[in-house]
């Protein structure tokens, strides 16, 4: 979860006064408009839950109103504190503050709670409508939509809900995955804009699990109609002896073995993300980032025109991070009192093993940089979950079942992603060297291949596998 607070605006109370209102960003995305005695509420809770010793600085009370550089000051306070609780092991992943958030998000876009019918789209175009309220969570409507789609609840784990935006030419940007912390009615209505759509797919990147969702009708339909779809728009790369293949089993109604053929192609289980820019193997690259098979894969086009691929392995990351900025929109317009109209700049960061000794910042600068991050915080999830020789499946089981519902009072408390939203003036990082230093499966640790940019083989000379124009 990356939080920031970009901007205050002056708005007006009840009573005719004004007050300064904070808007929170989470995940680049404004969440909520609060103002600092809410905030100063939630730190008071969270004291009293937690205790003194675990709870981050709190800006303090003025007793005056506060000058312009004063409220500049306290935000930046205000940002460095959201930071601090989301980064806490303890706090970060509290019922409290999810809840917090959920009824800021509700309050702020001043939705009333009531019944709602909201549609989740399927892979292959078809749309579920789903009868919740404009309060549920997102575990709430995702089991809504494995109840209409009469999906095992050991099952339901294996897939959540995405927010995405659809062009006129049928082209699909992931924005989001939905997160414990939001109302996924909220957030769709509060987007006025028929481009963006809620869609259902599977949640892990491990092949492997395929299996456990093919043993149920539901699973395996859900699973091919992805794999179909992802084929059909070409994220994953097929032949035409491929094609000729899964045209013929297609015919034949065989899904298993057409998910199975499918697995065996290249980029199988991937997510492909929009063209943006990065600055390897030089400065201003425009590149094609795709993630899947613990890695990010990159379709690079160099200032020379030339086209190269190559990809980096999660477990050679030493850390990364999510910065955000902001910047003046070119020929935008003005904002109040003459500004600039500024615009958010969201840039993730790792820091890569090239070779031995021999660590490299990559930067990727895109508007999904959060969910690129998310992606690779997904990844590292499933890695430590092999490597402590846990299962899945019963990770998800634990998680579905400790997941608060409308009824339940409990606090469920989920492991913390290892997201980082470092203050841009301090070097705090994602650090996985520890966690990941004894993970070692085939194919990872050890690879030496041409399109493994951790190969030995680089020494400064990305020798990347060309590609074709047309995939830029």
Same mark, same amino acid.
């Given at each position: 979860?990356?939080?920031?607070?970009?901007?205050?605006?002056?708005?007006?109370?009840?009573?005719?006064?004004?007050?300064?209102?904070?808007?929170?960003?989470?995940?680049?995305?404004?969440?909520?408009?609060?103002?600092?005695?809410?905030?100063?509420?939630?730190?008071?809770?969270?004291?009293?839950?937690?205790?003194?010793?675990?709870? @981050?600085?709190?800006?303090?009370?003025?007793?005056?109103?506060?000058?312009?550089?004063?409220?500049?000051?306290?935000?930046? +306070?205000?940002?460095?504190?959201? &930071?601090?609780?989301?980064?806490?092991?303890?706090?970060?992943?509290?019922?409290?503050?999810?809840?917090?958030?959920?009824?800021?998000?509700?309050?702020?876009?001043?939705?009333?709670?009531?019944?709602?019918?909201?549609?989740?789209? *399927?892979?292959?175009?078809?749309?579920?409508?789903?009868?919740? *309220?404009?309060?549920?969570?997102?575990?709430?409507?995702?089991?809504?939509?494995?109840?209409?789609?009469?999906?095992?609840?050991?099952?339901?784990?294996?897939?959540?809900?995405?927010?995405?935006?659809?062009?006129?030419?049928?082209?699909?940007?992931?924005?989001?995955?939905?997160?414990?912390?939001?109302?996924? %009615?909220?957030?769709?209505?509060?987007?006025?804009?028929?481009?963006? #759509?809620?869609?259902?797919?599977?949640?892990?990147?491990?092949?492997?699990?395929?299996?456990?969702?093919?043993?149920?009708?539901?699973? *395996?339909?859900?699973?091919?109609?992805?794999?179909?779809?992802?084929?059909?728009?070409?994220?994953?790369?097929?032949?035409?002896?491929?094609?000729?293949?899964?045209?013929?089993?297609?015919?034949?109604?065989?899904?298993?073995?057409?998910?199975?053929?499918?697995?065996?192609?290249?980029?199988?289980? %991937?997510?492909?993300?929009?063209?943006?820019?990065?600055?390897? @193997?030089?400065?201003?690259?425009?590149?094609?980032?795709?993630?899947?098979?613990?890695?990010?894969?990159?379709?690079?086009?160099?200032?020379?025109? &030339?086209?190269?691929?190559g990809s980096f392995k999660v477990?050679?990351?030493?850390?990364?991070?999510?910065?955000?900025?902001?910047? @003046?929109?070119?020929?935008?317009?003005?904002?109040?009192?003459?500004?600039?109209?500024?615009?958010?700049?969201?840039?993730?960061?790792?820091?890569? *093993?090239?070779?031995?000794?021999?660590?490299?910042?990559?930067?990727?600068?895109?508007? &999904?940089?959060?969910?690129?991050?998310?992606?690779?915080?997904?990844?590292?999830?499933?890695?430590?979950?092999?490597?402590?020789?846990?299962?899945?499946?019963?990770?998800?089981?634990?998680?579905?079942?400790?997941?608060?519902?409308?009824?339940?009072?409990? +606090?469920?408390?989920?492991?913390?992603?290892?997201?980082?939203?470092?203050?841009?003036?301090?070097? &705090?990082?994602?650090?996985?060297?520890?966690?990941?230093?004894?993970?070692?499966?085939?194919?990872?640790?050890?690879?030496?291949?041409?399109?493994?940019?951790?190969?030995?083989?680089? #020494?400064?000379? %990305?020798?990347?596998?060309?590609?074709?124009?047309?995939d830029l």
């Amino acid at each position: 979860m990356h939080f920031s607070i970009p901007e205050t605006e002056v708005r007006s109370g009840e009573n005719g006064s004004t007050f300064v209102a904070y808007n929170i960003h989470v995940n680049g995305v404004l969440h909520c408009r609060l103002r600092y005695s809410q905030l100063l509420g939630l730190h008071e809770q969270i004291k009293k839950e937690y205790g003194t010793n675990v709870v @981050p600085s709190f800006p303090p009370k003025k007793i005056f109103t506060l000058t312009p550089a004063e409220v500049e000051q306290r935000r930046e +306070h205000l940002e460095k504190y959201m &930071q601090a609780v989301r980064q806490d092991p303890l706090l970060g992943s509290s019922e409290l503050l999810n809840c917090f958030l959920r009824k800021a998000q509700q309050e702020t876009q001043q939705i009333p709670t009531e019944e709602v019918t909201l549609e989740v789209g *399927l892979s292959n175009g078809q749309k579920v409508t789903v009868s919740i *309220l404009t309060s549920d969570q997102t575990e709430d409507v995702l089991e809504a939509v494995a109840s209409k789609l009469d999906l095992p609840d050991d099952l339901v784990g294996y897939f959540s809900l995405f927010l995405v935006r659809e062009s006129v030419d049928g082209g699909l940007t992931f924005v989001r995955k939905l997160q414990e912390f939001e109302l996924p %009615y909220v957030s769709i209505t509060s987007l006025r804009s028929t481009e963006f #759509h809620i869609l259902l797919r599977k949640s892990y990147w491990d092949m492997a699990y395929d299996v456990d969702v093919m043993e149920n009708r539901v699973g *395996l339909n859900l699973l091919y109609t992805q794999t179909v779809s992802d084929i059909e728009r070409g994220w994953i790369l097929v032949n035409k002896d491929h094609h000729r293949q899964l045209k013929s089993l297609q015919e034949k109604g065989s899904k298993k073995e057409f998910i199975r053929l499918g697995q065996t192609l290249k980029y199988y289980g %991937y997510t492909k993300f929009d063209p943006c820019v990065t600055d390897f @193997p030089e400065q201003g690259c425009h590149v094609m980032v795709s993630a899947g098979n613990n890695e990010l894969n990159f379709h690079v086009k160099l200032p020379s025109e &030339q086209m190269k691929e190559g990809s980096f392995k999660v477990t050679r990351m030493r850390c990364w991070r999510v910065t955000s900025s902001q910047v @003046p929109v070119a020929n935008g317009s003005a904002g109040p009192c003459g500004s600039a109209k500024l615009d958010v700049k969201l840039e993730l960061a790792f820091e890569y *093993l090239m070779s031995k000794d021999r660590l490299q910042w990559v930067t990727i600068t895109s508007p &999904q940089a959060i969910m690129m991050s998310i992606c690779l915080q997904s990844m590292v999830d499933e890695l430590m979950v092999k490597k402590s020789g846990g299962s899945l499946k019963k990770m998800l089981r634990k998680r579905h079942n400790g997941s608060i519902h409308r009824s339940d009072s409990q +606090h469920a408390v989920k492991s913390p992603p290892l997201l980082e939203s470092p203050d841009p003036n301090r070097e &705090q990082v994602v650090k996985l060297s520890t966690k990941l230093s004894s993970v070692s499966l085939r194919g990872i640790s050890a690879s030496n291949s041409a399109n493994d940019v951790s190969g030995n083989d680089f #020494h400064g000379n %990305y020798a990347f596998e060309g590609i074709g124009d047309d995939d830029l």
